[in-house]
């Protein structure tokens, strides 16, 4: 299978609830580097698996609100705990739709699978990996 990968970063702020996550509960930072790999069995008739350029695009317009916020503010997460693990999801279901729109270029159509990994530190990351469903 091949693939290709393209990185961006964000920096957020936010908390969690439960004893699970001690001193994580109060507000805290985070700047994750997000790592969106895009796999497909067969190149395409310009021998890519997609266009780098338009993936790279697609994940700064998907990242650009989260970047610089605290994700305890945003409605879209109310009542969720924005764990690296839920962030990964979200991403993936952000590309895997720009996949299938279209918004990808020539070639998007293609992808079969997708992962989305969020590095939270140097000794510790958390990936979502899923198939592309038209």
């Given at each position: ?15 969690f609830k439960g004893d699970l996550f ?113």
């Open positions: 299978m091949f693939a290709v990968e393209v990185r961006e970063h964000i920096m957020i702020a936010h908390s001690g001193p994580a509960q109060r507000l805290h930072g985070a700047t994750f580097v997000v790592d969106v790999a895009f796999f497909r069995h067969e190149l395409t008739v310009d021998g890519v698996v997609i266009d780098i350029g338009r993936a790279h695009d697609a994940l700064k317009g998907l990242l650009g609100p989260l970047n610089y916020r605290n994700l305890d503010d945003l409605p879209e997460f109310a009542g969720r705990q924005t764990t690296t693990e839920f962030l990964s999801r979200h991403i993936f279901d952000g590309m895997a739709a720009a996949a299938r729109s279209g918004a990808l270029g020539p070639g998007g159509e293609g992808v079969e699978k997708i992962r989305v990994t969020l590095h939270e530190s140097h000794v510790a990351r958390a990936w979502y990996e899923g198939d592309v469903k038209a």
